[in-house]
């Protein structure tokens, strides 16, 4: 992946557990966002953290940041069937003088009723 | 609802053939996209624009080419398909300044048989 690397690449949990997506990047943004995508449709954007912004919260998503480590993590809480889909990190970076929204390579989140 | 919508939905076409895949946006959004993903895998940036008579090549190689003439419309045409061109394509925009959110449409399903 041009940006980084997600990990893990799938992960199935019981409904009710939280699960944790990370995200780790390469160059140095602005912000960094979250988006969901259900399977075989368009994503949906979920949240966004500045570079300035440590951590931040939305309903059951707390996503956090760590620029040192050019690294966000992506959380859900209790966790529901609903929530089964695959989740991308996205930051827009420069390349040759041009702004591109590039994306990772998502987690395949299954949660199991 | 993201309004931004993309026809067809799906396609399924023979080799050789010339396609355009529609996408429009009722947004007033200056930057557009478009992605290529294979199922379960990521997203690769195929091409965007900035504005009106804007177009790019984004990270991946493709054969395709786009046009913008108006600031809602960003087709994608295909001169002669096939069946390397089997894939999802996802269309998305965003505002050009303010945030960075890009919606997305709900992508063609392309089959080239």
């Known amino acids: 992946s041009q940006q980084g690397e997600e990990d893990p690449q799938a992960l199935s949990i019981q409904e009710g557990e939280n699960a944790t997506m990370n995200c780790s990047y390469k160059?140095?943004?602005?912000?960094l966002q979250w988006y969901r995508q259900n399977s075989g449709r368009g994503l949906v954007h979920l949240i966004l953290?500045?570079?300035?912004?440590r951590e931040k919260h939305s309903g059951r998503l707390r996503v956090t940041l760590d620029t040192s480590k050019k690294s966000s993590s992506l959380l859900i809480t209790a966790s529901r069937a609903a929530d089964t889909a695959s989740y991308f990190c996205?930051?827009?970076?420069?390349?040759?003088?041009?702004?591109?929204?590039?994306f990772g390579q998502g987690t395949r989140l299954t949660i199991n009723p | 609802e993201a309004d931004i919508y993309q026809t067809p939905r799906y396609l399924v076409i023979g080799t050789g053939k010339k396609i355009t895949l529609e996408c429009s946006q009722t947004m007033g959004h200056d930057k557009m996209y478009w992605y290529q993903q294979d199922p379960g895998m990521e997203l690769h940036l195929i091409h965007y624009?900035?504005?009106?008579?804007?177009?790019e090549k984004g990270d991946l190689s493709s054969e395709s080419t786009v046009s913008r003439i108006r600031t809602e419309h960003f087709p994608l045409t295909l001169e002669s398909a096939r069946p390397s061109h089997t894939s999802q394509y996802l269309c998305a925009s965003s505002e050009q300044t303010g945030l960075p959110e890009a919606f997305f449409g709900q992508g063609t399903r392309l089959t080239v048989v």
């Open positions: 624009s900035y504005g009106v008579n804007s177009t």
């Open positions: 953290i500045r570079s300035n912004e």
């Open positions: 996205a930051t827009v970076i420069l390349i040759q003088g041009a702004q591109k929204l590039v």
């Open positions: 160059t140095s943004i602005n912000n």
